[in-house]
């Protein structure tokens, strides 16, 4: 009999062991100007990516102008340095760079990709970018009516507006995480060029800056480029808001946001989650992982191969500085709904009060460290991991010991972030759907009120 024939098919193979990997060495150092150059070096191939990070995202806006450090980053590419949109496009196409810019609540992100012979190219035009933009009037409102309208386009949509109750009502009111970070509509509208420049002039400014670059570089080589480049940038933002963050229910709340004749709901289970800084990040990842952050997980093997309600439920933790958020999500069919709620809060419970298995635990455990190299494969990838920890000060050796602090993860550990950091008797249940067809059903659990809602009320 060979080998072959003896396999047991009926139960997939044990995870191998996990396979040796190093994280790069991190460098640093500081311009005279507040910029501190991050890097880590990676010559297998000849690229890198450097990151430009501002220490100013979504909280270095008033609440009145909401959307404005969104809009403001998404300018970036509509000229500068004495170029329009045009020939920024087309000088960046000519050099092969791929650009990137964005914000969090936390930051501002504005880098490229490239081949290492275009490094010095390539920190020009991000000078530029970042110090000389040009906010042409028609780009801005152009750009603004686009997100204007894509708002409306998104809450059409009933899964992008249950994601957006869902994070209203995750914050207490009024508090800035509970709006989208790219702004409402009734912001968005107001805002015009001179809010554009104003957001620039005040924000975009070096000290507390950092220059994260991966790849095919050394730190005395981009740092004598982000000397050359940025000579003269000075100056430094006012230091971010710090919201109080608290929940916003004293009990499970069900809100219920009509569309009449849906076969299906959308459904969200959130509360408040962790900063990112969390003591408890290990262990929250794995208890999470075990939840619903794999295939495997709990939820979806009750909700979609027990039970057969969904296609696929998941449940993410959004971290930042501030606790961000956490949320259960799926699609469930309309007859499903209420018996769907009352087992992801179940489940929520049970991982509270009971130890998980063995297997379980190895299996997310696993999963998480063996999946952690991926995300380092493309110097684009390991320079987020170089903005993680400039942002969130996490010590340089930080990555080292990460699979091995995943990996020693225990059940008792797993029980406690679960009694820490899941709220299920504390949540806000969003359901997106027919609510003459759902309320009876949603009421009938008796875990808290229902409240049917307007969403264009609500969120304006």
């Known amino acids: 009999m060979t080998d072959a024939t003896m396999l047991d098919r009926t139960r997939p193979p044990a995870p191998g062991p996990l396979r040796p990997f190093t994280f790069p060495r991190v460098q640093r150092r500081t311009l005279d100007n507040g910029l501190e150059v991050v890097v880590a070096e990676n010559h297998a191939f000849p690229i890198a990516t450097l990151d430009l990070v501002l220490p100013s995202g979504g909280l270095g806006e008033p609440e009145e102008r909401g959307g ?25 196409d000519e050099l092969g760079l791929a650009l990137e810019t964005g914000i969090s609540w936390d930051t501002t992100l504005a880098g490229f990709t490239a081949l290492t012979s275009r490094l010095e190219a390539g920190m020009r035009i991000l000078a530029d970018m970042v110090i000389r933009p040009a906010f042409p009037r028609h780009e801005v409102e152009r750009i603004r ?19 957006e109750l869902n994070t209203w009502y995750s914050f207490p009111a009024g508090h800035p995480f509970g709006r989208r970070l790219g ?15 104003g957001y620039h002039a005040t924000h975009y400014l070096p000290a507390g800056a950092w220059l994260c670059a991966a790849g095919d570089v050394t730190l005395d080589g981009v740092s004598a480029l982000a000397e050359r480049y940025f000579a ?3 100056g430094a933002p006012a ?27 959308e459904v969200r289970v959130g509360h408040l989650g962790i900063p990112r800084t969390s003591r408890d990040y290990f262990a929250v990842s794995v208890m999470n992982a075990i939840l619903g952050g794999l295939f495997s997980s709990r939820l979806n093997l009750n909700l979609r191969e027990r039970l057969g309600y969904t296609y ?11 606790p961000g958020t956490f949320t259960v999500s799926a699609a469930i069919q309309s007859e499903g709904t209420a018996h769907s709620v009352s087992e992801v809060l179940r489940d929520m419970r049970l991982l509270q009060d009971e130890l998980v298995s063995d297997a379980e635990l190895s299996d997310a455990r696993s999963y998480l460290a ?41 059940a008792d550990e797993v029980r406690e972030a679960a009694r820490r950091h899941l709220m299920p008797d504390r949540a806000a249940v969003v359901v ?20 049917v809602v307007d969403p264009a009320e609500v969120l304006g």
């Open 239 to 265: 230091p971010a808001r710090e919201p109080q963050t608290q929940p916003r229910f004293g009990e499970t709340t069900i809100i219920l946001a009509d569309r009449p004749g849906s076969v299906q709901s």
């Open 68 to 92: 404005m450090a969104s809009l403001t980053a998404g300018l970036l590419e509509s000229g500068a340095g004495g170029r329009d949109a045009t020939q920024m496009a087309e000088a960046v």
């Open 312 to 322: 696929g439920v998941s449940s993410a933790f959004g971290m930042r500085k501030l």
């Open 145 to 163: 009516d686009e997100r204007l309208a894509a708002v409306a386009q998104r809450r059409a949509d009933p899964s992008t507006l249950a994601d």
């Open 183 to 197: 702004g409402m509509p009734a912001t968005l509208a107001t805002l015009t060029r001179e809010d554009v420049a």
């Open 370 to 410: 063996g999946t952690f190299p991926l995300a380092l494969q493309t110097t684009d990838g390991l320079a987020g991991k170089l903005s993680s920890l400039a942002v969130y000060g996490l010590p340089d050796d930080y990555y080292d010991s990460y699979r091995d602090r995943l990996m020693a993860v225990t």
């Open 432 to 451: 997106v759907g027919d609510a003459g067809e759902l309320r009876g059903g949603l009421e009938a659990l008796d875990i808290g009120p229902v409240q």
């Open 232 to 234: 003269g940038w000075t």
